[in-house]
Nanobody
Framework: QVQLVESGGGLVQAGGSLRLSCTPS????????MAWFRQAQGRERDLVAG??????YYAESVKGRFTISRDNAKNTVYLQMNSLKAEDTAVYYC?????????????????????WGKGTLVTVSS
């Protein structure tokens, strides 16, 4: 059974940076699209960023501030978050999905995810 283990969340002031990491245990997920979702209190879980090979996707709200990357040697996916805002406060979830290459990352939803992490809390104070 694959588990996605996240780390890197915490409390940061507005304008600061954090880097989240996600490492699958049990197997490598080189053929999977890897993504980060987030869920603020009382809201739905939304796609933030995704990566498949050299292709990346970002939600409009984080474009230019967040960077998703993948280190295949370390079997780890990262989400570098800069210029954080109070509205970025949420639980961030790592996700993995087998997805046909002709289907855009942007259309990923929670329903199609094969594996989830348990989530890591990011709190941005204003």
């Amino acid at each position: 059974q694959v588990q996605l283990v996240e780390s890197g969340g915490g409390l940061v002031q507005a304008g600061g940076s954090l880097r989240l990491s996600c490492t699958p245990s049990g197997r490598t997920l080189s053929n999977y699209v890897m993504a980060w979702f987030r869920q603020a209190q009382g809201r739905e879980r939304d796609l933030v960023a995704g990566i498949r090979g050299g292709t990346t996707y970002y939600a409009e709200s984080v474009k230019g501030r967040f960077t998703i990357s993948r280190d295949n040697a370390k079997n780890t996916v990262y989400l570098q978050m800069n210029s954080l805002k109070a509205e970025d406060t949420a639980v961030y979830y790592c996700a993995a999905e087998i997805r046909s290459p002709d289907i855009p990352i942007a259309t990923m939803t929670t329903d199609g995810i094969d594996y989830w992490g348990k989530g890591t809390l990011v709190t941005v104070s204003s």
